[in-house]
């Protein structure tokens, strides 16, 4: 079993930069990679952004990519968006999810290859 905790989540305004963080905890060591989706109310969960947990491979959503960074802690367990020029469609509930195992190709923005999820963070950004 894994646990995620998100924090850092907020109410900014347009152009501003937001930090989310997620700690794993429990069984770390099943976890090689983590990303980071996003929900907004009545909207699809979408993938904002993707690491691999040892090589530190990025991957960016197309919404998202240039203004917002995925970094990684290993010795902390946790992972971070760092996330600049927010936007008011940013606006959404953002939620760390884990991976237990990467197969030959890593499908790294889809939901199912996914197995573990925090709460959710709420970041609401005003125009």
């Known amino acids: 079993q894994v646990q995620l905790v998100e924090s850092g989540g907020g109410l900014v305004q347009a152009g501003d930069s937001l930090r989310l963080s997620c700690t794993a905890s429990g069984r770390t060591f099943s976890v090689y990679a983590m990303g980071w989706f996003r929900q907004a109310p009545g909207k699809e969960r979408e993938f904002v952004a993707a690491?691999?947990?040892?090589?530190?491979?990025?991957y960016y959503g197309d919404s998202v990519k240039g203004r917002f960074t995925i970094s990684r802690d290993n010795a902390k367990n946790t992972v971070y968006v760092q996330m600049n020029s927010l936007k008011p469609e940013d606006t959404a509930v953002y939620y760390c999810?884990?991976?237990?195992?990467?197969?030959?190709?890593?499908?790294?923005?889809?939901?199912?290859?996914?197995?573990?999820w925090g709460q959710g963070a709420q970041v609401t950004v005003s125009s």
């Open positions: 690491i691999s947990w040892s090589g530190g491979r990025t």
């Open positions: 999810a884990g991976a237990l195992g990467l197969g030959s190709t890593w499908y790294y923005d889809k939901l199912y290859e996914y197995d573990y």
